[in-house]
């Protein structure tokens, strides 16, 4: 009898990540896309892959290949990866390096691409830079019907998971946060003025930010002159005296402020001043200064929205425990879209066999329809060939999908098939569930 | 067009019941979303049938009864349904949010179920006197009435939202809502074409009243609304001239409402006007 058992997937992955591997070792193996093209080639042509992709990220290395003939595929892509980036990499099986196989290597990079493996739960950018892989190796050729197949599920899955649970909720950073909140109040920030007081690191990081935001206009104040001129230059910001915050204060949306003074540098006199000049509008306030630059009672004022390195803190952890909770949700998504993949690959197996099924009747109908032609008027042999077509088409219908069906969902397809064969005639041994996969109708079905 | 009037009333709840459905599907999918996916569509476009439905039915009992649908407390309950949604969905199409429907649209299906629930067995008992003038006067005012339903309810929402930032609270709700400047924007302009249409009503009212040889100022109901206009007035003023924006604003247009809703429940229930539907 013909093995019909769901053929094996043959897929396997070796990669290391932040969670097997410092940042120097990540930091190492990061691929440019010319050396993902060598990699795919070698894999290709040296481990005999018929299907290959790549995942290369500052988080994580990840090589997924189908149909390799490697007894250690971990050795292989370590030495591959020390020979591509010419240097010696001492990455360990096991230790640096982990390898799944077969299902465990699918449910992987479905939790990979929902951000389930990133280093900040359900950060978005991997779902891009999964995409961005899967089309290189579509490029380079190295992506096969069935990785092709997969990566569209994969990709479907993660974008299930963003907008059906809150896996992506939330601002999962100080700075993000403290931009997130100034958007939540003002709305576009493209027109909205912003006043940086400090010129340190903290400034710099939230001037980035706010520029990602779409901020073009900064002022920036700072003790020092010649520090805060040289920051205002590289950020394209006015720089202003600090004796001068009361007077540019009215001006501004959005104050920033991390410096190391003692006390506080913008007083609850100075905001309630300042607010009277700008009729109320909404002044938004980012303290993230340790001790506080700017006042907390300046938080009462109505219209005045301050809020400091505790209260950004406190909105991260509190959105970092949301998406926690979705965890299981977005699993079952996964669960679900990986039991549709599989279900796929199984009804493979059965495709040669309906494809002979369906042959075998197209050709008895084109021999009788050839002993018949003479009967025919010249005019009606098309409508003659139509129509024997159509016959077939509607007889065949129901057996073959049922034959379809019992495969995918694990029934007793082997037996079902074994009959058909037996009683039309066909062919044994050609179920190895990979011809079907690259054909044409094939690729139109997904 | 008498035989589309049953037909109509029925069908109007089970449109908003499902434009409310499908309203609550875009508030519990992520913002991102909304707007590309196919579900999304579908909230925008039953209100949009709802409405173009609950004109015609409009059309067809004015058609029948050869007047404005607007005579019994139910008429006026069906038409400030109809006005909440248009106005809605105007707000919506101006401001490209989805997110706030599902806190307007419970209300517009609870009126027109009462609306259609009792509206047809009412009826009509004080045939309108000038129909032309009347007829604007009334729709004015339940247009304007619509406007500051929908003007309050971003009020509200502006309040709560107000609170969760004050408090650093990043809530299923904050995420859904728009910006608070967006929120106040949404609040002032529905309240400001509100004012509008209401000084409408009231200068139609006082002249449909004198033409029809009534006396408007000696209506109670005529000084509560002007009262109410006034406050209306002052809020949307201070927070264009005086700088009272936030909580303030809102609050000062809720009290307006408030006092417009009150002007209603007085005349109907306290004193004897032209205006009581009874």
């Known amino acids: 009898m013909t093995q019909l058992a769901p053929g094996p997937l043959d897929l396997v992955c070796v990669g290391l990540s932040h969670h097997t591997s410092p940042l120097e070792v990540r930091d190492a193996v990061i691929l440019s896309d010319d050396e993902v093209a060598r990699a795919l080639d070698a894999l290709r042509g040296r481990a005999g892959a018929a299907e290959a992709m790549i995942l290369s990220t500052c988080n994580r290395t990840e090589i997924y290949a189908r149909g390799t003939r490697l007894p250690d595929p971990a050795t292989f892509v370590a030495s591959l990866l020390a020979e591509i980036k010419g240097v010696e990499l001492h990455l360990q099986a096991g230790k640096h390096l982990y390898t799944l196989r077969e299902e465990a290597s699918i449910r992987h990079l479905f939790r990979v691409a929902c951000g389930l493996e990133s280093m900040v739960l359900g950060e978005p950018q991997i779902l891009g830079q999964v995409k961005g892989a899967s089309e290189l190796a579509s490029r380079l050729g190295s992506a096969g019907p069935v990785t092709e197949r997969l990566l569209d599920t994969v990709l479907r899955s993660a974008k299930r998971a963003r907008s059906e649970t809150g896996i992506g909720r939330g601002p999962v950073s100080i700075a993000y946060a403290g931009v997130s909140l100034a958007t939540k109040v003002l709305g576009d920030l493209g027109a909205k003025r912003v006043l940086l007081i400090g010129a340190g690191e903290m400034s710099s990081l939230a001037a980035t930010h706010l520029k990602d935001a779409g901020v073009t206009q900064f002022m920036v104040a700072n003790r020092g002159r010649e520090r805060g001129e040289a920051f205002a230059e590289q950020h394209g910001a006015r720089y202003v005296s600090l004796e001068a915050l009361p007077v540019v204060l009215p001006g501004a949306d959005v104050v920033v402020s991390a410096t190391h003074a003692p006390t506080a540098v913008i007083t609850e006199a100075m905001v309630r001043a300042a607010m009277k000049i700008r009729r109320n509008r909404p002044l938004f306030c980012l303290d993230l200064a340790v001790p506080r630059d700017i006042d907390p009672h300046v938080a009462r004022l109505e219209n005045v929205f301050l809020h400091d390195l505790d209260a950004l803190g406190q909105i991260v952890a509190q959105s970092l425990a949301q998406r926690r909770a979705e965890i299981p949700r977005v699993e079952a998504i996964l669960e679900e879209e990986l039991a549709r993949f599989l279900r796929w690959h199984r009804s493979l197996a059965v495709k040669p066999t309906v494809t002979a099924f369906r042959s075998h009747f197209e050709k008895v109908a084109a021999e009788e329809l050839e002993r018949h032609r003479g009967r025919f008027r010249p005019e009606d042999v098309a409508a003659a060939e139509s129509l024997a077509h159509g016959i077939i088409q509607k007889l065949l219908h129901h057996p073959t999908t049922r034959l379809r069906d019992a495969e995918a969902d694990g029934l007793d397809g082997a037996a079902r098939l074994e009959t058909v064969r037996d009683l039309f005639g066909i062919e044994n041994g050609t179920d190895d569930g990979d011809e079907g996969a690259g054909s044409d109708a094939d690729r139109n079905t997904r | ?278």
């Not at chain 2, 409009?58 to 349904?81: K, M, N, Q």
């Not at chain 2, 109901?221 to 936030?246: D, P, Q, S």
Request: proline share 5%; charged share 10%; glycine share 6%.
């Open chain 2, 1 to 278: 067009m008498r035989f589309l009037v049953p037909l109509l009333i029925t069908t109007l709840p089970v449109l908003y019941a499902l434009s409310v459905a499908a309203y609550a599907r875009i508030y519990n999918t992520e913002p991102a979303d909304t707007g590309d996916q196919t579900s999304h569509r579908v909230g925008p476009r039953v209100l949009r049938v709802a409405v173009l439905l609950h004109l015609l039915y409009l059309i067809a009992r004015g058609w029948t009864e050869g007047h404005l649908p607007l005579a019994s407390v139910y008429d006026f309950l069906s038409a400030t349904a109809l006005a909440l949604a248009a106005v809605y969905l105007y707000v919506e199409m101006r401001q490209r949010i989805r997110t706030t429907g599902i806190f307007v649209l419970p209300l517009v299906l609870l009126i027109q179920l009462i609306a259609s629930a009792y509206g047809s067995t009412v009826p009509l008992t004080k045939p309108p006197i000038n129909p032309f003038w009347f007829e604007l006067h009334t729709l004015a005012a339940v247009l304007g009435y619509g406007a500051f339903f929908v003007s309050a309810i971003y009020g509200i929402l502006f309040l709560f939202l107000y609170r969760e930032i004050k408090g650093n609270r990043i809530s299923f709700f904050f995420t859904r809502m728009p910006p608070l400047e967006s929120l106040a924007r949404m609040n002032v302009s529905a309240a400001s074409a509100g004012l509008v249409l209401l000084a409408l009503a009231i200068l139609m009212g006082i002249g449909w009243g004198k033409a029809a040889g009534l006396h408007p100022f000696s209506d109670p109901k005529t000084w509560l609304t002007i009262a109410a206009w006034c406050l209306l007035g002052f809020a949307v003023v201070a927070y264009h001239r005086l700088g009272w924006r936030g909580p303030r604003a809102v609050y000062a247009s809720l009290a307006g409402l408030t006092t417009l809703l009150l002007s209603r429940v007085v005349t109907d229930l306290f004193v004897r006007s032209f205006h009581t539907f009874r």
